[in-house]
């Protein structure tokens, strides 16, 4: 197999959940120049219709379905409606998530439930429909989970956004032990702090702008661009045999003390 044809996705149809915008913008972005039919997913119908006409106007393969991760119904609701429109989802990007900050001494359930049931509950859902199909097809998929530092160390002020993503880690690699034998590769990317919308007060607050500088090797937060190669490369055939492992793109940071 050429270079070219490792990292090509022609003929595969991706969804990417959250990719209205920010990270997941990128990534649906990023996978439809390597030549995939990219599903761009958002709670919005205006956000969705947005980010399509973006792409279409590029001349990318996209269509879109708005549906909230966080609803069980609605997840299976639109993966019944890709059956009947003939979408065959061949690589999934799990990237829709929320953010909450509180202490955990003022923290409330409703809090810690939602922010669990959008960033794991959420991404298990999605990947058990995808993987149903992938499965039944018989000619496998890739499955591709947003982690984050906080899967490998924590933060105050986040704990339900850690505990989420450190269960991300573990059930990556309960899905590639449970579907490797379907020839499903699944894995995912740990982004660092990164320059998106969603960390623009972080990146305002000039003493919180230090901090990551400082602790970072890279003295430097990441592009989005950045997380859009590990995207593509463990979406392709580069990837077929790595399965289970948590990629972290973070300019070094969890390699420094």
């Known amino acids: 197999m050429s270079f070219k044809q490792l990292f090509d996705l022609s003929g595969r149809t991706a969804l990417v959940t959250g990719s209205t915008r920010g990270l997941g913008f990128s990534y649906a972005e990023g996978l439809a120049e390597a030549g995939a039919h990219v599903i761009v997913n958002g709670t ?3 956000g969705v219709t947005e980010a399509v006409s973006k792409l279409a106007a590029e001349g990318r393969k996209v269509s879109g379905r708005h549906f909230d991760v966080g609803d069980e119904a609605s997840i299976v609701e639109a993966f ?3 059956d009947r429109e003939g979408l065959e989802i061949d690589i999934l990007i799990n990237n829709a998530g929320i953010q909450f900050r509180k202490p955990m001494v003022d923290l409330g359930v409703e809090d810690w439930q939602r922010v669990l049931d959008v960033n794991l509950t959420g991404s298990f859902l999605i990947a058990r429909e995808a993987a149903k199909r992938m ?4 000619r496998g998929g890739k499955i591709v989970n947003i982690a984050s530092l906080t899967s490998a160390a924590a933060r105050a002020t986040v704990a339900p956004y850690t505990a989420a993503k450190g269960a991300i880690a573990a059930i990556t690699r309960t899905m590639a032990v449970e579907w490797a034998p379907h020839n499903i590769q699944s894995n995912a990317i740990g982004p660092g702090y990164i320059l998106t919308d969603m960390n623009q007060a972080l990146v305002d ?3 919180f702008d230090a901090w990551v ?3 970072n090797p890279s003295g430097r937060w990441g592009k989005p661009e950045e997380l859009v190669g590990a995207a593509i490369f463990l979406s392709s055939a580069a990837s077929d045999y790595i399965n289970g492992q948590t990629l972290y793109v973070d ?7």
């Open 44 to 46: 919005r119908a205006e």
């Open 135 to 138: 499965i039944a097809r018989g």
């Open 251 to 257: 300019g070094g940071w969890l390699a420094q003390l």
């Open 80 to 82: 019944e409606a890709f």
């Open 213 to 215: 500088r400082a602790s």
């Open 205 to 207: 607050n000039k003493e």
